[in-house]
Each structure stands twice: as structure tokens, then as C-alpha cells.
């Protein structure tokens, strides 16, 4: 499970130009889903995006995480984050969760994400065609692994 974090002033998710999902400040999340995610990392995972502290405190340095600030979290699955890109000039998607397995995986995600911050979780819409918008703060972002 890869999860790459953007911290965000605003982020919002179309579906043929239709809004899904937005934020306001807070945290996009793009999470790709490998074989064999497990509950366990899926917890943990939600456990570290949420806490990791990626917002400034009143001294200007990172130490406030998502809990600490209650803001808003955008999840979108994206599984081109666990392409292959090693070797050749075309990405490999076989080291990605089959889609069965992986929208089992990213809606189990949400639903913990839910469960652990109830002010606001958005979610784009697994398998479709997706447009996100964002104006990233900092900008901040981060590759999250397990």
C-alpha cells in the first residue's frame, strides 16, 4: 500500500465534470492498493495519515498532524502508484492490486479513515475517470509505505 499525501488550502474530485468530493484545507490523499494489503496495514496506514504531522504549529514547524487540525481529507484511489517503473518507458501494473481486490482494499480504507476522523472524508469514485484539482500548500507532499 503506497499512500502519496499533498497538503492542500482546497482539493476537489470530478466525475464527467460533476463534483464528487472537495476540501477545504486539509490533505489529498492518492492511495494505490498492492497484492495482499491486510487489515492490519490498512489500520496502520490510516493510523500514520492522520498523524502524521505535515502542518505547522505556532512556531512555523511541522507538528501538527490532520487529527490535530481537523481538516479535511480527500481520498482517491490511484492504483498507477504501484506501477512497476524500473526498467523500459512504459509503466507495469503488476505489481498493483487486481481491481476486485483493490476496491475491497480502498473502500475498507475509507471506512477506517471514517471510523478515526469523522470532520470530513471525501472520496473520488473507485474506477472512473477521474479530474482532481488541488492547490497544494507548501507545497507539502509525501510518499506514505507501510
Do not use: W
Not at 476537489?12 to 494505490?32: C, E, F, K, N, R
Not at 498492492?34 to 512556531?59: H, I, K, N, W
Not at 478515526?116 to 474506477?127: I, L, N, Q, S, Y
Amino acid at each position: 500500500m503506497l499512500v502519496l499525501i499533498q497538503r492542500v488550502t482546497q482539493a476537489a474530485v470530478h466525475v464527467d465534470a460533476v463534483p464528487i468530493g472537495q476540501i477545504g484545507p486539509g490533505l489529498l490523499a492518492l492511495v494505490g492498493l498492492e497484492p495482499g494489503d491486510t487489515e492490519a496495514q490498512l489500520q496502520r496506514m490510516a493510523d500514520r495519515l492522520l498523524g502524521y504531522r505535515v502542518f505547522a504549529d505556532a512556531s512555523g514547524r511541522m507538528n501538527r498532524s490532520l487529527r490535530d487540525t481537523g481538516g479535511g481529507l480527500l481520498l482517491v484511489s490511484q492504483f498507477t502508484l504501484a506501477a512497476d517503473t524500473r526498467a523500459g518507458m512504459r509503466p507495469s501494473f503488476t505489481s498493483a492490486a487486481p481491481p476486485d481486490e483493490a476496491e475491497r482494499g480502498f473502500n475498507r480504507f475509507v471506512e477506517i479513515c471514517r471510523e478515526k476522523h469523522a470532520p470530513g472524508v471525501e472520496t473520488g469514485r473507485f474506477g472512473a475517470h477521474m479530474v482532481v484539482s488541488l492547490v497544494n500548500d507548501g507545497p507539502v507532499t509525501f510518499l506514505l509505505r507501510p
